[in-house]
């Protein structure tokens, strides 16, 4: 009996030496990622201030390829997220179609992104009555280059980029329900900014 209660005290030491050792080394790693503005869960974000990751993807709609240069001279809101239909993503693509006229007087092409093919778009684009793109990054290349990459789909994070293809924001606690209104908010207010 007395064995027993050993080896049952030391395997309780060995599991919290185990999760000690496992925080510790956690929280060193995070503390050599000190940079918060640069580094997000999906990866390493491009610079704001700088030009923004240039970009070619399939499309549903138009001559079925779109380039991020085929926007110079507009705004343009970049959001990636994770899968066609799911119900977080539904509610994103919803919330920027309803508020697609304020971006267009505000001279703003909005581009959703992930890893979903064309055809997968084309049916959510349909379904969701949606009047933007969206882009298939199927092997998550432009994904990566954002930052926004997670195993096998696209993080929710956006972009806002302007005329001259400068990064000029970026979100990364994205919450579906208010998410286009914040954008149309920060949009305003770098709009509002003297060139």
Not at 38 to 53: C, D, K, R, S
Not at 167 to 185: G, M
Request: glycine fraction near 6%; include cysteine; aromatic fraction near 12%.
């Amino acid at each position: 009996m007395l064995r027993v209660k050993i080896l049952v005290d030391t395997m309780i030491h060995r599991r919290n030496f185990i999760n000690i050792f496992f925080a510790v080394c956690f929280t060193f790693i995070s503390w050599l990622h000190m940079t918060p503005s640069v580094e997000a869960l999906g990866g390493i974000l491009p610079t704001i201030n700088q030009p923004a990751p240039e970009f070619t993807l399939p499309t549903n709609t138009g001559d079925g390829k779109i380039s991020l240069s085929d926007f110079r001279g507009k705004w343009v809101v970049v959001y990636f997220y994770p899968k066609d239909f799911t119900s977080g993503c539904t509610l994103e693509a919803r919330r920027f179609q309803q508020d697609l006229p304020k971006y267009l007087e505000k001279n703003t092409q909005i581009l959703g992104i992930s890893a979903d093919d064309i055809d997968s778009h084309a049916e959510f684009c349909n379904s969701e009555g949606l009047k933007f793109p969206l882009l298939a990054d199927t092997n998550g290349e432009v994904s990566k280059t954002y930052g926004s990459w997670i195993g096998f789909v696209s993080m929710r994070h956006s972009f806002i980029i302007d005329p001259q293809g400068i990064l000029r924001d970026t979100f990364v606690k994205v919450n579906p329900v208010i998410h286009s209104q914040e954008v149309l908010t920060r949009l305003a207010e770098l709009q509002s900014q003297p060139a």
